[in-house]
């Protein structure tokens, strides 16, 4: 297999994994800061942006000061678990957070709650079965 296609199947998945990620932080968001969606989507914007300022700087240093761009890929790499593991542990400890992707339909809500279905939710469910 020549070099430049393995690179180039390497860079679309990087991509691909890139845009994941950031589909699924701006999906968590709201999900956790339902209240708070305009502060914490503009936190995670700043954060993303100061981030993308200080890569540059990292990866510039190491390579100067070392002579190779691997020691600032290896602290990125270690940041990046940090990150994982302390993100883990408080999703362990929150009790409140959405841990599933499927929403609940009116229907469930209500019947959750005790509460008749609204007219809407009752066509969409279907003849009532007694």
Not at 57 to 62: E, F, I, P, R, Y
Not at 86 to 91: A, D, H, I
């Amino acid at each position: 297999m020549r070099l430049e296609y393995l690179m180039a199947g390497l860079l679309i998945g990087g991509m691909v994994c890139f845009g994941m990620g950031n589909g699924t932080v701006f999906q968590l968001v709201p999900q956790r800061f339902a209240r708070e969606i305009g502060a914490a989507t503009g936190m995670v914007g700043a954060l993303g942006g100061f981030g993308g300022f200080l890569l540059p700087l990292l990866l510039g240093n190491m390579k100067q000061g070392v002579g190779s761009f691997g020691p600032g890929f290896e602290a990125l790499a270690a940041l990046a678990l940090t990150a994982f593991v302390v993100l883990r542990l408080l999703v362990l400890r929150q009790e409140g957070w959405v841990r599933s992707w499927r929403g609940t339909t009116a229907a469930e809500a209500a019947e959750a709650n005790g509460s008749p279905l609204p007219v809407a939710a009752q066509a969409a469910r279907g003849p009532a079965t007694s």
